[in-house]
């Protein structure tokens, strides 16, 4: 006896076909995603859904200026986004606290770089996490509370940072 079934023998389930950009894509697809976050596959947004907000969403999105329904934001450019910016955060801790105290002082030429440096990453680090929570906002993602107190977090570090850069160069 064989251990496949005889699909002939097998009652059919009635199914709804998924969508062909479902069927494709190797993650579910619930109500809440607007496309496939996988590149290449599923390229078509799927229309976005109605959301209602807190009075807390729509003071944020006041006051980060997020205009209703912007063109081409979905929670996978806000994941896009988010992921680039903790790069960028995490490259700026890097050279502080690894490469400038290891290499420069070995080198022994680049004095007085590591503060300059230091503010221009960091504060090109603080305009993009602003830009990834607004992002999250804007895709109304259902995380966004979660990534905007881990950005503000890493936001408050930097400027810790950026401050200890400014007395370095000024004090």
Not at 73 to 94: D, G, P, Y
Request: proline residues 7%.
């Amino acid at each position: 006896m064989s251990t496949v079934e005889d699909p002939q023998a097998v009652p059919a389930v009635a199914t709804t076909a998924p969508a062909a950009d479902e069927a494709r894509c190797p993650f579910p697809h619930g109500a809440d995603a607007e496309s496939c976050p996988v590149p290449g596959v599923g390229t078509g947004a799927r229309p976005r859904r109605q959301v209602e907000r807190s009075k807390a969403d729509l003071f944020v999105w006041r006051l980060l200026r997020i205009r209703e329904k912007p063109e081409g934001v979905s929670e996978a450019a806000a994941n896009k986004a988010f992921q680039k910016s903790m790069l960028i955060s995490a490259t700026r801790c890097t050279l502080t606290y690894v490469v400038f105290p290891i290499v420069i002082p070995l080198l022994g030429i680049l004095k007085g770089v590591e503060a300059p440096l230091g503010i221009a990453i960091g504060s090109f680090a603080i305009v993009c996490d602003v830009f990834t929570i607004r992002r999250f906002f804007a895709a109304d993602h259902k995380y966004r509370w979660w990534f905007s107190a881990i950005a503000l977090s890493i936001i408050t570090l930097l400027f810790i940072l950026l401050a200890e850069d400014i007395v370095a160069l000024f004090g």
